[in-house]
T-cell receptor, first 114, second 112 residues
Framework: DAGVTQSPTHLIKTRGQHVTLRCSPI?????VSWYQQVLGQGPQFIFQ???????GRGNFPDRFSARQFPNYSSELNVNALLLGDSALYLC?????????????FGPGTRLTVL | QKEVEQNSGPLSVPEGAIASLNCTYS??????FFWYRQYSGKSPELIMS????GDKEDGRFTAQLNKASQYVSLLIRDSQPSDSATYLC????????????FGSGTRLQVQP
């Protein structure tokens, strides 16, 4: 079975632009979580979605938004990009929400903001 | 105090030795514990999950959980150079937590 897929793998943007990142979960998984990982740190939680509804939001500004589609794929949008948004953006898939479930990460999208 | 504390390392062990990675946490309500391995430039890969006090073994890996002392550890037996990576400890459950909370990771170097 295919794992979690993310696109694009790499992205270069300039300050002020917006970006859309995409994720498809493991087949049968209905919950998607987004994390941001900067160099030298562990992943930081951004959003969690389940059945198209937001189930949790981390401590990120309103420039960050996300949504989940009927096929359980998800998009993360970031507006008005800042240099500090440069990071590896990770999508994690699990069968259902709740942190008791194992979460499986996709390969990530590396975003560079110039 | 950070929610999840890990020694950043690097932890250097010779090939064939046992590598011991430790993680302490502050939230006593944490209920699920995970170890991820992350190679440089790659995404985290789940290698172990543990939910109850005691040991859980999977191949060369053993996870140990002690909720009373609020620590979880990962032992890697017969360490190989291919085990060289950053190991992330993550917690689930706990007060108001909607997602996993990660430590900053411990970098392991296995010397041939």
């Amino acid at each position: 079975d295919a794992g979690v897929t993310q696109s694009p793998t790499h992205l270069i943007k300039t300050r002020g632009q917006h970006v859309t990142l995409r994720c498809s979960p493991i087949s049968g998984h209905k919950s998607v979580s987004w994390y941001q990982q900067v160099l030298g740190q562990g992943p930081q939680f951004i959003f969690q979605y389940y059945e198209k509804e937001e189930r949790g939001r981390g401590n990120f500004p309103d420039r960050f938004s996300a949504r989940q589609f009927p096929n359980y794929s998800s998009e993360l949008n970031v507006n008005a990009l800042l240099l500090g948004d440069s990071a590896l953006y990770l999508c994690a898939s699990s069968p259902s929400p709740g942190t008791h479930n194992e979460q499986f990460f996709g390969p990530g999208t590396r975003l560079t903001v110039l | 105090q950070k929610e999840v504390e890990q020694n950043s390392g690097p932890l250097s062990v010779p090939e064939g030795a046992i590598a011991s990675l430790n993680c302490t946490y502050s939230d006593r309500g944490s209920q699920s514990f995970f170890w991820y391995r992350q190679y440089s430039g790659k995404s985290p890969e789940l290698i172990m999950s543990i939910y109850s006090n005691g040991d859980k073994e999977d191949g060369r890996f053993t996870a140990q959980l002690n909720k009373a002392s609020q620590y979880v550890s990962l032992l890697i037996r017969d360490s190989q150079p291919s085990d060289s990576a950053t190991y992330l400890c993550a917690l689930g459950g706990g007060t108001g937590r909607r997602a996993l909370t990660f430590g900053s990771g411990t970098r392991l170097q296995v010397q041939p």
